[in-house]
Nanobody
Framework: QVQLVESGGGSVQAGGSLRLSCAASGYTYNSAYMGWFRQAPGEEREGVAAIYTGRGYTYYADSVKGRFTISRDNAKNTLYLQMDRLKPEDTAMYYC????????????????????WGQGTQVTVSS
């Protein structure tokens, strides 16, 4: 049973930084997509960033390119999202997710394609 536990959310002023972590357990797949998604009140869940563990390819939503960085520590089986130059519009609940998959032709930022989800961590950015 795959379990994902996010941490690192909080409140920060615009221009600040946060680093989210997602600790994975029960995860034995050698190749998968791991991603960060967010959902603001009244909005649909959207893809923020993803990584293909098989090759290390990364994917970012246009809204966060150049500000957010996704990474993974294989030894700790932990996914990270470094968020810099945060904006009020980044305020949302952030979730990590995993999709076991082999291959590069996968809609990495489509939340509907992911199997396993964490419980989420809240990020609030004030102006």
């Amino acid at each position: 049973q795959v379990q994902l536990v996010e941490s690192g959310g909080g409140s920060v002023q615009a221009g600040g930084s946060l680093r989210l972590s997602c600790a994975a357990s029960g995860y034995t797949y050698n190749s998968a997509y791991m991603g960060w998604f967010r959902q603001a009140p009244g909005e649909e869940r959207e893809g923020v960033a993803a990584i293909y563990t098989g090759r290390g390819y990364t994917y970012y939503a246009d809204s966060v390119k150049g500000r957010f960085t996704i990474s993974r520590d294989n030894a700790k089986n932990t996914l990270y999202l470094q968020m810099d130059r945060l904006k009020p519009e980044d305020t949302a609940m952030y979730y990590c997710a995993v999709k076991p998959y082999i291959g590069s032709s996968f809609p990495a930022l489509n939340p509907g394609k992911y199997n396993y989800w964490g419980q989420g961590t809240q990020v609030t950015v004030s102006s």
